[in-house]
């Protein structure tokens, strides 16, 4: 079993749309939570970042973790075109040694005019 | 700031050639990493470095090299290309253990 699992979709939505994307994990030593997009042929771009269980707000994004379900998700309010893009998930454990991210593979959203 | 920079963009390699790919952060961060990422497999951890003169394995280390003698600066080298290695490769940076790590443009590699 992966360390982090994500739909890896394709999600398909009308603009205008509440986005939620998913991921869930094993390692309950997981403390920190992120979520980038990645635009097609860019690099990962930092979207939101978490310590811990609770929600996190910016803008039209808002990230949720629930560490009692090992569930964390990012939902986009007013999903625009400029939305369409890969979203990961990335998780690192509260540890001072060994590999420092672990990422899921993505979930691919594409946001209809 | 430029961030993380990484050179070249794109490379073509014949089977058994080396090359070096660049990373390179501007923002002082102690950590860097390097990954590759492949159609449904996600980014995979490469080699890391906590610090110059510190580097450690990651996920899948074999045929790659890195070594970090100064702050800024993480290449990484292929000792001997194998198509497999077709990939694109993603540098990245944080401030330390358990800060969000800032990822570089990429390089897309083909070894034929």
């Known amino acids: 079993q992966k360390e982090v699992e994500q739909d890896p979709g394709p999600l398909s939505v009308p603009e205008g749309a509440i986005v939620s994307l998913n991921c869930t994990y094993s390692n309950s030593a997981f403390q920190y939570f992120m979520w980038y997009r990645q635009y097609s042929r860019k690099g990962p771009e930092l979207l939101m970042y978490t310590y811990s269980s609770g929600n996190k707000e910016d803008g039209r994004f808002t990230a949720q973790v629930d560490k009692s379900s090992k569930y964390i998700s990012l939902f986009i309010r007013d999903s625009q075109p400029s939305d369409s893009a890969t979203y990961l998930c990335?998780?690192?454990?509260?540890?001072?040694?060994?590999?420092?991210?672990?990422f899921g593979t993505g979930t691919s959203l594409t946001v209809i005019p | 700031n430029a961030g993380v920079t990484q050179t070249p963009k794109f490379q073509v390699l014949k089977t058994g050639q080396s090359m070096t790919l660049q990373c390179a952060q501007d923002m002082n961060h102690e950590y860097m990493s390097w990954y590759r990422q492949d159609p449904g497999m996600g980014l995979r951890l490469i080699h890391y470095s906590v610090g110059a003169g510190i580097t450690d394995q990651g996920e899948v280390p074999n045929g790659y090299n890195v070594s970090r003698s100064t702050t800024e600066d993480f290449p990484l080298r292929l000792l001997s290309a194998a198509p497999s290695q077709t990939s694109v490769y993603f540098c990245a940076s944080s401030y330390g253990r358990n800060y969000e790590q800032y990822f570089g443009p990429g390089t897309r590699l083909t070894v034929t």
């Open positions: 990335a998780m690192s454990p509260n540890t001072n040694t060994g590999n420092q991210f672990y």
